[in-house]
Antibody, heavy 119, light 107 residues
Framework: EVQLLESGGGLVQPGGSLTLSCAAS????????MTWVRQAPGKGLEWVSS????????YYADSVKGRFTLSRDNSKNTLYLQMNGLRVEDTALYYC????????????WGQGTLVTVSS | DIQMTQSPSTLSASVGDRVTITCRAS??????LAWYQQKPGKAPKFLIN???NIESGVPSRFSGSGSGTEFTVTISSLQPDDFATYYC?????????FGGGTKVEIK
């Protein structure tokens, strides 16, 4: 059974930093693209960042480019999102998601970790 | 960036109704489209990929169609468990983008 467990969310002041983690199990982690999707309170879904299975290539939404860094440790089956220069508009529930086998859709999702940016 | 527009934003329906949600892309995305269902307080659930491929375990009352710029998801006979918000997502090009969502509520 595929499981994705996010952690690391919390309350941070504007300009601060947080690192989110996503522990994966139930599938061959290193062979799949992994992604973070966020959802601001009461709003829709927003793709944030994706990373290839080897970790060699990363993709970012313009809204986070230059501030967020996505990485993975395939020996630990864990995905990381380093978030710097946090803004109030980054406040959201951050979901870790596994990409599908035949395309960049998201077939499994974690339960999310809440990031609140506020002074 | 490719813009995804869903309609309607809210849909009121009764159990047993046939329901169709539309998703339009600002440029052609071939069939690189997925649909998700989200219930309050829960993570999204993957339903359909490649515009019409139903995920294993998803009830057969769900179907998807379309290509290019216009797509639909249809629930043939709405059940109580189907009241939720539905999102489309294009994965033809980065940045991947979602529609704004369609909330299916009880009439």
């Amino acid at each position: 059974e595929v499981q994705l467990l996010e952690s690391g969310g919390g309350l941070v002041q504007p300009g601060g930093s947080l690192t989110l983690s996503c522990a994966a199990s139930g599938f061959t982690f290193g062979t799949y693209v992994m992604t973070w999707v966020r959802q601001a309170p009461g709003k829709g879904l927003e793709w944030v960042s994706s990373i290839t299975g080897t970790g060699g290539t990363t993709y970012y939404a313009d809204s986070v480019k230059g501030r967020f860094t996505l990485s993975r440790d395939n020996s630990k089956n864990t995905l990381y999102l380093q978030m710097n220069g946090l803004r109030v508009e980054d406040t959201a529930l951050y979901y870790c998601a596994k990409d599908g086998t035949t395309g960049f859709y998201f077939d499994y999702w974690g339960q999310g970790t809440l990031v609140t940016v506020s002074s | 960036d490719i813009q995804m527009t869903q309609s309607p934003s809210t849909l009121s329906a009764s159990v047993g109704d046939r329901v169709t949600i539309t998703c339009r892309a600002s440029q052609s995305i071939s069939t690189s489209l997925a649909w998700y269902q989200q219930k309050p307080g829960k993570a999204p659930k993957f339903l359909i990929n490649q515009a019409s491929n139903i995920e294993s375990g998803v009830p057969s009352r769900f179907s998807g169609s379309g290509s290019g710029t216009e797509f639909t998801v249809t629930i043939s006979s709405l059940q109580p468990d189907d009241f939720a918000t539905y999102y489309c997502q294009q994965y033809n090009n980065y940045p991947f983008t979602f529609g704004g969502g369609t909330k299916v509520e009880i009439k």
